[in-house]
């Protein structure tokens, strides 16, 4: 129950910590609700070509990146394994994981909770995908909850965090259709 709590927390205090910050002028197609897909070279030019890690996890290293109006954006490149696709994988094969992430990025792009980060957009060209969301400046809540301001959080903030986090949870598991299970709460 711990590991629960801590996993609320996180989401509670990355989201309290996001800014409310509007998607700026994109040149590609634009998605529902501004959100967009974006090719590999537009990614490529945004993250000034994969120059500053912020994270590595099991489905993809994380890359700072910002939008033409300024907007600072965190983006997921996401391993070939983590949808099965393989450097000697089959057209047909790498086909069918295209359009299974596709189907799952389209899926996000219907996700607005003010607990949760904001979803930008997507990129999958064949070669590469990679999920494309807000960048949360102050950090994630692991090095927020770790840190020595941690001392000064009183319980009646550490609960607020859990509330949240769980009210974000709550969305994502009953409010979305289908549910959507996160796979990689951490902290």
């Not at 070509?49 to 994380?62: D, E, P, R």
Request: aromatic residues 8%.
């Amino acid at each position: 129950s711990t590991l629960v709590i801590v996993l609320i927390i996180a989401l509670v205090i990355i989201c309290i910590m996001r800014r409310e910050r509007k998607i700026g002028a994109y040149s590609g197609p634009l998605l529902p609700s501004g959100k967009r897909r974006f090719t590999y070279s537009e990614v490529s030019s945004i993250t000034n070509n994969f120059n500053k890690v912020i994270g590595k996890g099991g489905f993809g290293i994380v890359y700072l990146g910002s939008l033409e109006d300024g907007t600072e954006i965190a983006v997921k490149m996401i391993n070939d394994s983590s949808f099965g696709k393989s450097k000697g994988s089959s057209s047909s094969s790498s086909t069918q994981v295209s359009k299974e992430f596709q189907v799952e990025a389209e899926l996000l792009l219907t996700v607005h909770h003010r607990n949760l980060a904001s979803f930008v957009g997507y990129c999958d060209d064949g070669r590469s995908m990679a999920l494309i969301y807000e960048y949360m400046a102050n950090g994630n809540l692991q090095d927020y909850l770790s840190s020595e301001n941690a001392e000064d959080l009183s319980w009646e903030k550490r609960l607020h965090i859990a509330i949240d986090s769980a009210q974000g949870l709550e969305y994502l598991h009953h409010g979305c259709r289908p549910p959507i299970i996160h796979r990689d709460v951490k902290t």
